[in-house]
């Protein structure tokens, strides 16, 4: 079965600092991982996907199989980038597990000015 | 632009009560999925539709059920309702073609009180 751990369930830091939010996972196939975010008041919503390899809000993710990490970075962290964010795994890519995520427990990003 | 649509958006029952949560998919997408998030936990995955049938299944209880209509909306009908339901339950949806993008679009989700 496939898991997915966020080992930091709060992470603070000043604006302008830089940022990592750690994911690791573990699935015996070839995953496909995401990261999710949820701003205040706001709904779940895809912040980034490793198979596009882009970089969103100057957020990037590397998917790294040796470390079977999916760790989020950004070098200069912003107030707005406050949220809770989710890493996402989805087993069988390409087969038929239709959307099935298994997600993280979380982290909340605090960015203090 | 139009979202997932969930309602109620909060709901307080009883014990053995039963309660019914809605989910409307944005207009166009032909899947469905139901996740549950209790406090202080991660979404938990309960079951997808996709073209009206069952297309996958994960931790939903025997006492739970769901179906996804003809206009594409969902229902998730929970019966028996016990104090550790109490959760908020969240829907998404997408185009089943995209589905191997990961990308959902969630609703803001129903919360469930079970008193």
């Known amino acids: 079965a496939q898991r997915v751990t966020q080992p930091e369930k709060l992470l603070s830091v000043f604006k302008g600092a830089p940022v990592e939010l750690k994911c690791n996972y573990s699935?015996?196939?070839?995953?496909?991982l995401f990261w999710y975010v949820q701003y205040s008041r706001q709904r779940l919503q895809l912040l980034l996907r490793h198979i596009s390899r882009e970089s969103i809000k100057g957020f990037t993710a590397d998917l790294n199989k040796g470390e079977t990490s999916f760790h989020l970075k950004k070098p200069f962290a912003q107030e707005e980038d406050s949220a809770m964010y989710y890493c996402a795994l989805l087993a069988n890519a390409g087969g038929t597990s239709y959307g099935k995520l298994t997600f993280g427990q979380g982290t909340i990003l605090t960015v203090h000015p | 632009a139009a979202g997932v649509i969930q309602s109620p958006r909060h709901l307080i029952k009883e014990k053995r009560e039963t309660a019914t949560l809605k989910c409307y998919p944005i207009p166009r997408h032909d899947t469905v999925y139901w996740y549950q998030q209790g406090p202080g936990q991660d979404p938990q995955f309960l079951i997808s539709?996709?073209?009206?049938?069952?297309?996958d299944k994960g931790s939903i209880p025997d006492r739970f059920s769901a179906q996804q209509f003809s206009d594409y909306h969902s229902e998730l009908n929970m019966s028996s309702l016990e104090l550790g339901d109490s959760a908020l339950y969240f829907c998404?949806?997408?185009?089943?073609?995209?589905?191997?993008?990961?990308?959902?679009?969630f609703g803001e989700g129903s919360r469930l009180t079970v008193l």
């Open positions: 539709f996709y073209e009206k049938m069952q297309s």
């Open positions: 699935y015996s196939g070839s995953p496909e």
């Open positions: 998404a949806s997408s185009l089943a073609r995209w589905t191997n993008t990961g990308e959902l679009f």
